[in-house]
């Protein structure tokens, strides 16, 4: 009696399936969650300068605060400036974001806020991409803060 069995065909033509559907929803994957976590640190960027300005507001270490924008990061920064700050954290971008382009007031990548005050120093918009979309965060001269993504 003969048993039962798949043929190196069958087994073949299986695998061949299976790498095609693999081929097609990796990059869809990965793309997914490359956009998730630009977006997830466009909302961590805006709450930390959210703090900022609440920290310059309330004259926490009697100082201003702000943050500053780089190629592959952001810095926070106690001070009035990058180069005077006395405290530092950096926030480094997810894989494939990158810095676009800084148009704030004045021509600076650097948003301040200084103390007793939660109005910005200098205002206007920051863009990140990723290659495919626009991450941007903008902030007025009140001192609202906003984010979107475009394509």
Same mark, same amino acid.
């Given at each position: 009696m003969r048993?039962?069995?798949?043929?190196? +065909?069958? #087994?073949v033509i299986v695998l061949a399936i299976l790498m095609a559907i693999a081929l #097609?929803? +990796?990059? #869809?994957?990965?793309s997914g969650i490359t956009k998730t976590n630009a977006n997830n640190y466009l909302k961590d960027i805006s709450s930390r300068l959210f703090d900022q300005q609440i920290a310059s507001y309330s004259g926490k270490n009697s100082s201003a605060h702000g943050i500053a924008f780089e190629q592959e990061k952001a810095i926070l920064f106690t001070g009035t400036s990058l180069i005077a700050a006395t405290d530092t954290v950096d926030l480094v971008y997810p894989t494939r974001l990158s810095l676009q382009q800084t148009d704030l007031v004045g021509g600076t990548d650097q948003i301040v806020f200084l103390e007793g005050n939660y109005r910005p120093v200098a205002y206007g918009s920051v863009s990140l991409t990723d290659g495919d979309q626009i991450y941007r965060l903008e902030i007025n001269s009140e001192g609202m803060i906003d984010y979107y993504v475009s394509d």
């Amino acid at each position: 009696m003969r048993t039962k069995a798949y043929t190196t +065909i069958e #087994i073949v033509i299986v695998l061949a399936i299976l790498m095609a559907i693999a081929l #097609i929803l +990796i990059p #869809i994957t990965v793309s997914g969650i490359t956009k998730t976590n630009a977006n997830n640190y466009l909302k961590d960027i805006s709450s930390r300068l959210f703090d900022q300005q609440i920290a310059s507001y309330s004259g926490k270490n009697s100082s201003a605060h702000g943050i500053a924008f780089e190629q592959e990061k952001a810095i926070l920064f106690t001070g009035t400036s990058l180069i005077a700050a006395t405290d530092t954290v950096d926030l480094v971008y997810p894989t494939r974001l990158s810095l676009q382009q800084t148009d704030l007031v004045g021509g600076t990548d650097q948003i301040v806020f200084l103390e007793g005050n939660y109005r910005p120093v200098a205002y206007g918009s920051v863009s990140l991409t990723d290659g495919d979309q626009i991450y941007r965060l903008e902030i007025n001269s009140e001192g609202m803060i906003d984010y979107y993504v475009s394509d």
